[in-house]
Nanobody, 122 residues
């Protein structure tokens, strides 16, 4: 079982910033896409940002210009820098990685972190 470990959530005032981090085990054979999703109470989980192995980025319209996703391939980490936070950004944020666990496994599988709470409130 692959465990993604997230950190960095918390309580912040509107207009503030937070940085989320997620670590994927170094033993993984290959990572194809890493990303962040979020789920607010009573809503479905939605994409926030993704970054494939080629380094291109994809953002939800609601966070464009405010959030930045980045990876450190040497450390197998993906970060989400969140600036200009709004109350509507309040949600549990989940790290996601689409990967192959070993060279003997052809299937690419999605793995999720446990989630970290982000609350934007005055």
């Amino acid at each position: 079982q692959v465990q993604l470990v997230e950190s960095g959530g918390g309580l912040v005032q509107p207009g503030g910033s937070l940085r989320l981090s997620c670590v994927v085990p170094r033993s993984i054979f290959r990572i194809y896409v890493m990303g962040w999703y979020r789920q607010a109470p009573g809503k479905q989980r939605e994409l926030v940002a993704t970054i494939p192995s080629d380094g291109t980025t994809n953002y939800a319209d609601s966070v464009k210009g405010r959030f930045t996703i980045s990876t450190d391939n040497a450390k197998n980490t993906v970060d989400l820098q969140m600036n200009g936070l709004k109350p509507e950004d309040t949600a549990v944020y989940y790290c996601n990685a689409r990967l192959r666990t070993s060279s003997a496994v052809a299937m690419r599988i999605n793995y999720w972190g446990q989630g970290t709470q982000v609350t934007v409130s005055s």
